[in-house]
């Protein structure tokens, strides 16, 4: 297939552009830089509405990871930033792909698994209701974003992303510096659920969506049995050879982080995989001590 990706650069795309390119497909990208030239980067802006039409038609899949990076405090202009840079882009991009002579046959989003919000030990699948919380609106109005493309007969997927495990980037590679240093344990009482998934199955789950032309609508991208923070302390304590003593209460988040600590780190979402379990597909890492094992010790 040709492939056009948005957020080529980040954690998620870095790693699948090399892994559909070894698949065979021919990967393009949406760059927002117009200094990122190459034969295979197309330029777009999308916070100015500006982006290369005439190199766009003739994709076959078009996957959508670009939104800013929700990581850091979550001033006023931050929580703008995060939301245009997914809503409006999502809307813009769809609404460009959908007046092309050609347009892809079928849309790849990312969304996440803040959709559902902060839900307590509520057992949550794609049929379960959104979030009242900031995120959740974002991911919403994100998901929504993407109506003129499904409108327009594209088969769309939102992929509705857990917490992404990988040491060499995300929120996995910040926790392992206090974590090796034996300064790592629970935040808050520990029973916030973690829904996870490692980098190398969000991989798998964006190839296999890809693929499966009979697959529409939200797929919960996370591993199939979530956890508490408690045991995620604790397995990547056993998996370090780390003691997890040193408890981080919720105060101190809140203080330190404010409202991004208190939706990310204390927020709770017990997320399960559904639908991609009911279309067979097969998690390389489906718990969390085997997980964390076979990703940090390679
Ligand atoms: N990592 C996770 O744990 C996780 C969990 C749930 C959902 N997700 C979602 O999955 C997607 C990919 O995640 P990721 O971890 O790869 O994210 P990332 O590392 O933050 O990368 C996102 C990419 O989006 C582009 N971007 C950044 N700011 C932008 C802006 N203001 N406007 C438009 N594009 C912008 C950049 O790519 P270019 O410079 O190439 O344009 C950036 O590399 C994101 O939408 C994220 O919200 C991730």
Request: with cysteine; net charge neutral; hydrophobic share 40%.
């Amino acid at each position: 297939m040709r492939i056009l990706i948005t957020g080529s650069s980040g954690f998620v795309g870095s790693v699948l552009i090399p892994a559909l390119e070894q698949a065979g497909h021919t990967v393009f990208r949406l760059v927002r830089s117009t200094e990122q030239t190459s034969e295979h980067n197309i330029f777009w802006n999308p916070s100015a509405y500006r982006i290369e039409r005439a190199k766009l038609p003739g994709f076959d899949a078009v996957i959508h990871l670009a939104g800013e990076n929700i990581a850091g405090r979550w001033t006023e202009t931050k929580k703008e930033g995060i939301r245009a840079s997914r809503v409006d882009a999502t809307r813009f991009l769809c609404n460009t792909l959908i007046h092309l002579p050609a347009p892809p046959r079928v849309f790849i989003s990312a969304s996440a698994t803040g959709y559902y919000g902060n839900r307590g030990d509520e057992i949550l699948d794609e049929s379960s209701t959104p979030g009242d919380d900031y995120l959740a609106d974002v991911c919403r109005a994100w998901e929504e974003g993407a109506q003129p493309i499904h409108d327009a007969g594209v088969r769309t997927v939102h992929l509705r992303i857990g917490l992404v495990l990988s040491p060499d980037g995300g929120a996995l590679k910040r926790m392992l510096v206090p974590f090796r240093l034996g300064l790592g344990g629970i935040i808050g009482d520990g029973r916030q659920y973690i829904s996870w998934v490692t980098l190398d199955d969000l991989v798998g789950v964006i190839r296999f969506v890809l693929d499966r032309e009979d697959l529409s609508g939200p797929f919960n991208a996370v591993a199939p049995h979530p956890v508490t923070n408690t045991e995620f302390t604790r397995a990547l304590g056993r998996v370090l050879h780390r003691p997890t003593f040193l408890p981080v209460p919720a105060f101190a988040i809140r203080r330190l982080l404010g409202e991004m600590g208190e939706a990310l780190l204390l927020g709770s979402a017990c997320v399960y995989p559904r639908k991609l379990e009911e279309a067979g597909y097969g998690f390389l890492y489906p718990d969390i001590e085997t997980a964390l094992k076979m990703i940090l010790q390679r």
